[in-house]
């Protein structure tokens, strides 16, 4: 490629200095960075160029000359090729090290205000920081070669699928779950989709388990309302895997990373299993969104609470709200509670979960936070709290608007990224003070990490 310091194939010998915010190794060539997955801080490595650009390269790992102390043995046989995990190789107290570090370069990336002084506190993490996983999203494919129905996750930037039949950090009934209905996907010669060709009809396989409650749901996302064999499979599910006690489908026809479609059909059983969390119980849907580690949910949610700080009189508003998990988990401490979700059947559950544990003093809404927030503060309910929940993109720029517009006495923010989080606080900071901001890890062996930070109005 014209213009560039390295090239493809050219192999390199780097040390490498830190770890990027995708878990990946960063070394330096003539000042041109490299990208290198699977190596550690402190390693002289051999690595083979796969991209160049005039700006960077990325190159794979072929041989180690000097090896990182804090280097371990991944025990997991699909973690050279699966994309599922990128820390496996690292001893877990220095991927919680790692997790608090990865906050500070985004903070010294995006530089809110002030932001040399904030607390950042050391991350919490698990311990036993496997088998955590409640649901499972396998993509399915049909091998040629083998003439076998698989399912799996792809390999790291790839539509190439890597079959698994024992993930380390899915739950284990999700996993044998997984295992039997694939052997019964190949009995019954269910047509698997095939994107390049845009044939063929089930193309994602999910299984979501209540931890506490054991209660298994099995989705099949399908690429038409067509199920071939489906009342058969339901017949031959029910003996085999006792725990599973609802069978959901769900249509996904368009061309899309998307996992899910908007449409969800009710096949057997019950149409939400139940999960508990903190003493409380939920109702899951299909789409309905809950955190992937309920051990560590119940600390983030502890920690989420303890932020807040709130007395009997104080209103808050549950932005993001899904199920309704962390406004329910507040409500006994608070005056009211307001929440608010996109997808109707979260809402749905969210209000059916108030009406189990009696909390009446809670409001849930179908719709945007960005839309339903203004609506409320023209009603005249201005909330004393705020948490805030978003999905990976971080804020919609209207509701963070509105917050800087009308910026409530004390604002919670719980973020899974980073780098979003610390741009959005370039913004939250020119109203509010951050008091600290505390890393939790939910996701073990990977480079993702939740955060709580803590902001009270200026």
Not at 180 to 196: A, C, F, H, M, S
Not at 204 to 227: C, D, H, P, Y
Not at 285 to 295: D, K, T
Not at 367 to 377: N, V
Request: one cysteine or more; proline letters at 5%; aromatic letters at 8%.
């Amino acid at each position: 490629m014209a213009n560039t310091q390295v090239q493809l194939g050219q192999k390199l010998q780097l040390t490498i200095k830190r770890l990027g915010i995708n878990g990946e190794g960063i070394g330096y060539y003539k000042k041109l960075i490299i990208f290198v997955p699977r190596v550690l801080p402190g390693e002289q490595v051999i690595a083979e160029v796969t991209k160049a650009s005039p700006r960077f390269a990325e190159a794979k790992m072929t041989k180690i000359i000097k090896p990182s102390s804090d280097r371990i043995q991944p025990p997991c046989k699909f973690y050279d090729r699966c994309g599922g995990c990128q820390l496996q190789h690292l001893v877990y107290d220095k991927q919680l090290d790692f997790k608090k570090d990865l906050l500070k370069q985004a903070l010294e990336k995006f530089k809110p205000k002030g932001y040399q002084q904030f607390e950042l506190r050391d991350t919490l993490g698990m311990d036993v920081p496997w088998h955590y996983r409640n649901k499972a999203q396998f993509q399915l494919r049909y091998n040629s070669q083998t003439k076998r129905i698989e399912a799996g996750l792809y390999e790291m930037e790839s539509h190439r699928l890597v079959a698994i039949d024992d993930c380390l950090v899915q739950e284990q009934d999700t996993q044998k779950v997984i295992n039997g209905i694939v052997q019964l996907l190949n009995k019954y010669q269910i047509p698997i989709y095939d994107e390049r060709k845009n044939s063929g009809i089930l193309r994602t396989l999910m299984v979501r388990i209540g931890i506490a409650t054991g209660e298994v749901q099995v989705v099949f996302i399908t690429n038409s309302v067509k199920l071939p064999q489906k009342n058969a499979l339901i017949r031959e599910i029910n003996p085999v895997l006792p725990q599973v006690v609802s069978i959901m489908q769900n249509v996904q026809n368009k061309k899309t990373s998307v996992v899910m479609g908007e449409e969800t059909i009710h096949l057997w059983g019950k149409e939400a299993i139940e999960e508990r969390l903190n003493e409380l119980t939920f109702d899951l849907s299909a789409r309905a969104f809950f955190q992937l580690n309920p051990q560590q949910t119940s600390v983030l949610y502890q920690e989420g609470l303890k932020a807040l700080d709130l007395s009997k009189n104080e209103t808050v508003v549950d932005a993001y709200c899904g199920v309704g998990t962390i406004g329910l988990s507040v409500a006994p401490y608070a005056k009211e509670v307001r929440g608010m979700d996109i997808i109707p059947q979260a809402i749905e559950n969210a209000q059916e979960n108030a009406h189990r544990i009696g909390a009446q003093n809670t409001h849930y809404e179908t719709g945007t936070a960005e839309e339903l927030l203004p609506k409320w503060f023209n009603e005249g309910f201005k909330p004393d709290s705020i948490i805030v929940d978003p999905p990976r993109t971080g804020l919609d720029e209207r509701l963070l608007q509105a917050l800087l517009k009308q910026p409530p006495k004390k604002m919670v923010y719980i973020s899974c990224n980073v780098s979003t989080l610390a741009r959005d606080l370039v913004q939250l900071a020119k109203v509010f003070h951050v008091e600290y901001l505390q890393s939790v890890d939910m996701f073990p062996q990977t480079a993702r990490c939740e955060v709580v930070v803590k902001l009270t109005r200026k």
